[in-house]
């Protein structure tokens, strides 16, 4: 449950005395819940039309208590349900007019199929423009193009990308405030792709098997197998340079 602050002042500190907030304080309210999500990521959300915070007359975004409620259903949704960003527009248009619709999860048995329980539905991957990803990310095209030479971004299609890419030129532009260069992250990179191969071996049987049910585990699968590794990676790293992270 999200709790909004009260009292304080200044912008990006704190509740103005309308209630409103700015967009330092959504981030600090979120983050109770969501650890990892950044300011780039509510912009980005705002430029997809899941929210629209009011503007100050200097331009300044300002939050109400409920824009950041439905920022919380917005991540949680991601988050728990893997929903693309347009399932979760729906969803939320149809809960304002008063519908009452299930999240798109189940998926029935089909035709000549009877006695099978339902299973878990593998959602649509999202997607983002490269313009989208510019401007969520802030970053120009220079970057964008350096980054993508080396590996660490590579669009699904002409010009659309998974919307993890967000998440990742977050990450790179973070780091990049370190020192730490694109040319530097090419052994990441490998190290994730040689994982995501292992993990990818693994599953291949079950998505390659004649039962549907089956074929649909491997989704489930794939991200229980995913997190594992991420976790094992996050202790050897730590392990390796002997700190813990919080």
């Known amino acids: ?45 705002e430029s997809e039309g899941l929210i629209e915070p009011q503007r100050t ?20 949704m991601q988050r728990d349900h893997y929903l693309p960003l347009k399932v979760i527009r729906e969803h939320l248009e149809a809960m304002e007019r008063g519908e009452a619709v299930p999240l798109p999860v189940l998926v029935r048995p089909r035709d000549g199929e009877a006695g099978q329980e339902p299973v878990l539905e593998a959602p649509a991957v999202a997607r983002i423009g490269r313009a989208q990803l510019l401007a969520a990310a802030g970053i120009g095209e220079r970057e964008l193009a350096e980054w993508e030479s080396y590996g660490l971004l590579t669009p699904v299609e002409d ?20 020192g730490i260069e694109p040319r530097h992250l090419r052994v990441m990179k490998a190290a994730a ?9 693994l599953v291949a049987p079950l998505r390659r098997h004649r039962n549907p049910q089956t ?11 995913a997190a594992l590794t991420v976790k094992l990676h996050t202790a050897l790293v730590q392990t390796a340079l002997g700190v813990r992270l919080p």
């Open 1 to 45: 449950m999200l709790h909004t602050p009260s009292g304080g002042a200044g912008d990006g500190a704190a509740a103005t005395d309308t209630g409103l907030m700015s967009i330092g304080t959504v981030l600090n309210v979120l983050r109770e819940e969501f650890p990892e999500v950044t300011i780039s990521k509510i912009r980005f959300l």
């Open 57 to 76: 007359p200097s331009g300044y975004r300002k939050f109400s208590a409920g824009d950041v409620e439905r920022l919380g259903h917005v991540l949680r």
């Open 159 to 178: 010009g659309v990308y998974d919307a993890e890419a967000v998440t990742v030129a977050e990450l790179i532009t973070e780091l990049g405030r370190f």
């Open 193 to 201: 792709d040689r994982e995501a191969g292992l993990v990818d071996q």
């Open 215 to 225: 074929r649909a585990h491997a989704e489930a699968r794939t991200k229980e197998l």
